[in-house]
């Protein structure tokens, strides 16, 4: 089961509240159940840790029925117990490695903020309400749904609310989530609690703000869109804000609930434009000053260069400053960037880009070894902490997709691997590129350095 923390401690908590109303004698619930907690859930069985050791045997002598019909009231599901002190759960607690999950953590990056996000006419109505929701979440248009083409900062604006709500008020629950693992972890969770209520339980306990991405991926699966919509009504209703993202304005998805539909226009819904050249160029600006450099280093018409080149697409035109910040680090180092060597960078990556023979295995495991400064050696071999883990895991992905290099050469070259672990390194790295920007962020940078 992939339950996390505070999805166990939130149905722990809701037993133990029927618990208490069953019991009469509060200092028995005091004494006994004050300070219980689910140490873990093992199949159908949990295990609960207690104050002492003649509590944990005098709990599973007299309340053992009790608790089992309560879980199953709450769950739907038959649940065991066993119960044991609080010392004794210390020496067999299991080390389990922490990790980030639907409930426990609300996956904001704080990377993208309100401060860097650069505003012009393509995108300042998006940003106003952005804003002023961040400021007052509830209370102004519930939801508020940003749209645009790809890469143009939906998803930046959207993490922006959330970062700067958790700023101003850091007890708030803000959720960000993209569409596509709502529906992955929603099946996931009613496959291990076999009951759509309890997710909505969650909701009703665990969220403040929630934010979805790329609503367009509840298109066609029909029991998620379900959920959503019980959740979303749920939200609304309590004045919880809801704040979405979609790929096009919620009246031209096709595959989707009428009334989901109306609910996603209820709110304000805004377009975010592609950027005018100015703004372009300012956005570049900030981030030649976000990557360390100095813009006086640019000759303009550089700037004007690429922000005119790459205008379709944020994404694009970051990506295009790394390939050349790259190639004048590690190619050409030189100081001044005029417009030969942007377009000597551009023309020169473009061209490794086009002959895969110059890119090989050596290489990817050297730029991911430089960019995560390791070396090649712990890249390919055995030390398992988590980055350097992760560092292996993304070469093996590059590896295998950009060379499309056969599952067991891979394996050997880091390091004697079977094909299964190889398997499961580069699906680790799939499902976060479907929802960590992060993970995305990496991925491009490394591509580009790569000249892919
Ligand atoms: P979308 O979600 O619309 O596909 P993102 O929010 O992921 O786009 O934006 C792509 C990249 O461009 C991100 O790195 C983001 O920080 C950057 N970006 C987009 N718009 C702006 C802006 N106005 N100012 C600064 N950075 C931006
Ligand atoms: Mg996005």
Not at 83 to 92: I, L, T, Y
Not at 117 to 129: L, T
Request: charged fraction near 25%.
């Amino acid at each position: 089961m992939e339950e996390t923390i505070s999805q166990i401690n939130s149905l722990w908590g809701r037993i133990l509240e029927r618990v208490k109303e069953r019991l009469d004698d509060p200092m028995i619930y005091d004494s006994f159940f004050g300070d219980s907690k689910i140490l873990r859930l093992d199949g159908n069985k949990m295990i609960v840790s207690v104050s002492t050791s003649l509590g944990a045997t005098l709990i599973s002598m007299k309340y053992t029925e009790l608790l089992e019909s309560i879980a199953n009231d709450v769950t739907g599901t038959n649940f065991e117990f066993e119960f044991v002190s609080r010392d004794k759960a210390a020496e067999a607690e299991p080390q389990k490695e922490e990790k980030p999950s639907f409930f426990a953590d609300s996956r904001l990056n704080p990377k993208y903020l309100f401060s860097n996000f650069i505003v012009g006419g393509s995108n300042r109505e998006a940003y106003q309400a952005s804003l002023m929701i961040s400021n007052s979440p509830g209370r102004l248009y519930n939801p508020l749904l940003l749209y645009s083409d790809s890469g143009l900062g939906k998803t930046h604006l959207l993490q922006a609310i959330g970062n700067s709500i958790k700023e101003r008020a850091p007890s708030t629950k803000v959720l960000y989530i993209s569409a596509n693992d709502f529906v992955e972890e929603y099946v996931r969770f009613v496959t291990s609690y076999k009951n759509d209520q309890s997710m909505t339980e969650f909701f009703k306990k665990d969220v403040d703000v929630l934010l979805v991405d790329d609503i367009q991926y509840l298109i066609n699966k029909s029991k998620s869109m379900e959920m959503f919509f019980v959740a979303f009504q749920n939200l609304v209703s309590r004045g919880k804000q809801i704040v979405l993202t979609c790929d096009q304005h919620p009246s031209k998805i096709g595959g989707i609930d009428d009334r989901l539909r109306s609910r996603f226009s209820q709110g304000l819904v805004l377009s975010i434009e592609r950027p005018d050249l100015s703004t372009s160029e300012e956005i570049l600006r900030s981030k030649i000053v976000a990557s360390g450099r100095d813009v006086k280093d640019f000759d303009p018409e550089v700037i004007s260069f690429l922000a005119e080149k790459f205008s379709n697409n944020v994404r694009e035109l970051e990506g295009a400053l790394t390939r050349l910040l790259f190639y004048t680090i590690n190619m050409k180092p030189t100081h001044r960037i005029t417009m030969d060597t942007a377009s000597a960078a551009i023309r020169s990556l473009a061209s490794i880009g086009e002959d895969k023979s110059k890119l090989s295995e050596k290489k990817i495991i050297q730029v991911v070894a430089d960019y995560y400064s390791l070396t090649p050696s712990q890249v390919t071999g055995k030390i398992r902490t988590s980055r350097i883990a992760m560092a292996r895991h993304i070469a093996m992905y590059l590896d295998r997709t950009l060379l499309n290099t056969p599952l067991i050469k891979i394996g050997e070259t880091f390091g004697g691997k079977d094909h299964a672990t190889v398997i499961n390194g580069v699906r680790k790295v799939e499902n976060s590129l479907k929802t960590d920007p992060d993970m995305m962020t990496a991925i491009s940078d490394l591509k580009s350095k790569l000249g892919s």
